[in-house]
């Protein structure tokens, strides 16, 4: 079975700081992808980043990194220089190789302030 | 090009009638996923499609739920007999093929509420 824990029910940062989310998982499979969604008040799902278990670089886009750590089994998600607009809940996910379906932890309420 | 559409965005009923949900995917996405989120928790999965054919329902919780996919594009999420804690938020997502690596887009989503 497949697991993801984020220990972060909320987190504060300011306007332009960077801020880091934690995410660890629990798998035995080798083989796996993660992934990080933001949802805002609106309640879309956002897609952001994705790693994979192979992969040899930390995943990247825009301001968006994921920190991946594969022997402590997390994928912090960092956004820098954060926006306003990136407050909102985000939600680290994993899918087993063989298998399609999301498996998401609790989310973060990440808030913005100016 | 669209995204994932979702229809109604909003319904309430009551208790013990019949809903369906509906979700549009993007187009020439074959995997199509619907996911159940109650207040305060992440998304779950209930069931996927690839094509028309149901690959895994092990999410379903119970025979009221039951979905279609009959010409591998629209999907309906069926609820009989609805109860109380049938409430929640019903996600549907699409991705262009079914696995690990393949990034599922999200509709936004029908707020489901029974009285």
């Known amino acids: 079975a497949q697991k993801i824990t984020q220990t972060q029910p909320g987190m504060f940062v300011q306007e332009k700081e960077a801020v880091t989310l934690d995410c660890t998982y629990d798998t035995s499979d080798p083989s796996y992808g993660l992934f990080w969604y933001k949802q805002p008040s609106s309640g879309e799902m956002i897609f952001l980043i994705y790693?994979?278990?192979?992969?040899?670089q930390n995943a990247t886009e825009g301001r968006y990194s994921l920190n991946f750590q594969k022997a402590r089994k997390s994928a912090n998600l960092v956004i820098s220089a954060s926006q306003l607009g990136d407050s909102a809940m985000y939600f680290c996910?994993?899918?087993?190789?063989?298998?399609?379906?999301?498996?998401f932890g609790k989310g973060t309420m990440l808030l913005v302030s100016p | 090009g669209a995204g994932v559409s979702q229809t109604p965005s909003n319904k309430v009923t009551e208790k013990g009638k019949y809903v369906e949900l509906r979700c549009d995917p993007i187009?020439?996405?074959?995997?199509l996923y619907w996911y159940r989120q109650s207040l305060g928790q992440g998304p779950e999965f209930l069931i996927y499609f690839q094509g028309t054919g149901a690959a895994d329902d092990s999410g379903l919780p119970n025979d009221r739920f039951f979905a279609v996919r009959p010409e591998g594009s629209v999907s309906t999420l069926k609820i009989q007999r609805t109860e109380r804690g049938d409430s929640a938020v019903y996600l549907c997502?699409?991705?262009?093929?079914?696995?690990?690596?393949?990034?599922?887009?999200f509709g936004p989503g029908t707020r489901l509420t029974v009285l």
């Open positions: 996910a994993m899918v087993n190789s063989g298998y399609s379906t999301l498996t």
């Open positions: 187009s020439g996405h074959t995997a």
């Open positions: 997502a699409s991705s262009l093929k079914a696995g690990s690596t393949d990034t599922q887009y």
């Open positions: 790693q994979g278990s192979y992969d040899q």
